[in-house]
């Protein structure tokens, strides 16, 4: 079974900072990974998406993230932090054998300080 | 650029009483999911929908609620007797593959039960 865990509900960081939101997956194939942002009241919005191509995937808003199989993990990351970067991040996996369905991770909420 | 379109966008409702959200999935799209987000949770698998059935669901779908596609364009989800802890934002979400690609998610509907 596929799942996803995020390491911290909350992350800070100031304005100009570097971002990076951690995320480990466990697959027994190799899976298709995701980063998902909400903002408040709103829905999900794709950020960026690993589907066994380049190992580091570059999304919107500046985002990009690695997948390192020998680690597990696809972490965000993001060189410097806009105000407009506080959301709801969400990582999520999509594998062959884990059904029809994507599977969250509990979220991470990043918080920006001017 | 194509996307999943929910309605409504907020739907309050009394305990008991039945509901039916709606979907408008992407044209092309096979592939057709319900997820569900409590207030401050995780998104959750509710059930996934091909060609005319159920492909899978999770253990939170229970008899309570049901699928359908009743014609070529829509997908709806109608739970049965709402209960209180029925309230979450519900997202529908669509896919031209089965596994192993992006799931394109509409904005929700928040659904309140009072």
């Known amino acids: 079974a596929q799942s996803v865990t995020q390491l911290g509900s909350h992350v800070s960081v100031s304005e100009g900072a570097l971002v990076l939101l951690r995320c480990n997956y466990s697959?027994?194939?190799?899976?298709?990974l995701f980063w998902y942002v909400q903002y408040p009241n709103q829905g999900l919005q794709l950020l960026l998406k690993?589907?066994?191509?380049?190992?580091l995937v570059k999304g919107i808003n500046g985002f990009e993230a690695e997948f390192k199989k020998s680690e597990t993990s696809f972490h965000l990351t993001k060189p410097s932090a806009h105000m407009s970067d506080a959301a709801e991040y969400f990582c999520?996996?999509?594998?062959?054998?884990?059904?029809?369905?994507?599977?969250f991770g509990a979220g991470t909420r990043l918080f920006v300080k001017a | 650029e194509p996307e999943v379109t929910q309605t409504p966008s907020h739907q309050v409702t009394q305990m008991g009483q039945e509901v039916i959200l709606r979907c408008v999935p992407i044209?092309?799209?096979?592939?057709f999911y319900w997820y569900r987000q409590i207030l401050g949770q995780k998104v959750e698998f509710l059930v996934s929908?091909?060609?005319?059935?159920?492909?899978?669901k999770s253990e939170i779908f229970d008899d309570q609620f049901s699928v359908e596609r009743p014609d070529g364009s829509n997908f709806t989800l109608k739970i049965r007797s709402t209960k209180l802890e029925d309230s979450a934002m519900y997202f529908c979400?669509?896919?031209?593959?089965?596994?192993?690609?992006?799931?394109?998610f509409g904005q929700g509907t928040r659904l309140t039960v009072v």
């Open positions: 979400a669509s896919s031209e593959e089965m596994v192993n690609t992006e799931a394109f």
């Open positions: 697959s027994s194939v190799p899976p298709y």
């Open positions: 690993y589907t066994s191509a380049a190992t």
């Open positions: 999520a996996v999509s594998a062959g054998t884990g059904g029809f369905k994507t599977i």
């Open positions: 044209s092309n799209h096979l592939y």
């Open positions: 929908f091909y060609n005319n059935e159920i492909s899978e």
